[in-house]
């Protein structure tokens, strides 16, 4: 079984401060802001008096693996840093960035798979323990 991308924090006390997390704690099961979004505020209100509305706090993944060619890398420092850059409206191209080297108008840094030169298929990987 693999462990799980969040673990419960602590209480959430105002209505702001629930307004800005993406997902949370209900009792003991985390859930997207779209579904505590919808209910009525005397419920959520009386739901966080209890303490039953939690942080959910983000564990660092173990392993990124690019998708498209499935290396696997053990943290970010493995990824290589990308200039991406756009010549003409239809082009885009990628070299590697030197560090101290100049960035250009346009030029956007990325860090992405030295296989495939691409940041669009890295995804986080859970180890199993």
């Known amino acids: ?15 702001d401060e629930l307004a800005r997390q993406e997902f949370v704690y209900v009792d003991h099961k985390i859930t997207h802001c779209g ?23 983000k564990e660092t993944p173990d392993k990124i693996v690019c998708n498209k060619c499935g290396r696997k890398f053990k943290d970010e420092d493995e990824l290589q840093r990308f200039v991406e850059a756009q010549i003409a409206p ?15 108008e346009g030029e956007v840094i990325f860090r992405g798979c030295p296989n495939c030169k691409c940041d669009a298929y890295l995804m ?6």
Do not use: H, N
């Open 35 to 57: 579904w505590f979004q919808s209910w009525q505020f005397g419920y959520t209100k009386r739901m966080m008096e209890q303490g039953r509305i939690c942080y959910a706090i």
């Open 124 to 129: 986080d990987l859970e180890e199993k323990k």
């Open 90 to 104: 239809d082009d885009v191209y990628i070299r590697k960035y030197i560090r101290g080297e100049p960035l250009e």
């Open 1 to 15: 079984m693999s462990k799980r991308k969040y673990r419960k924090g602590g209480p959430i006390l105002s209505l």
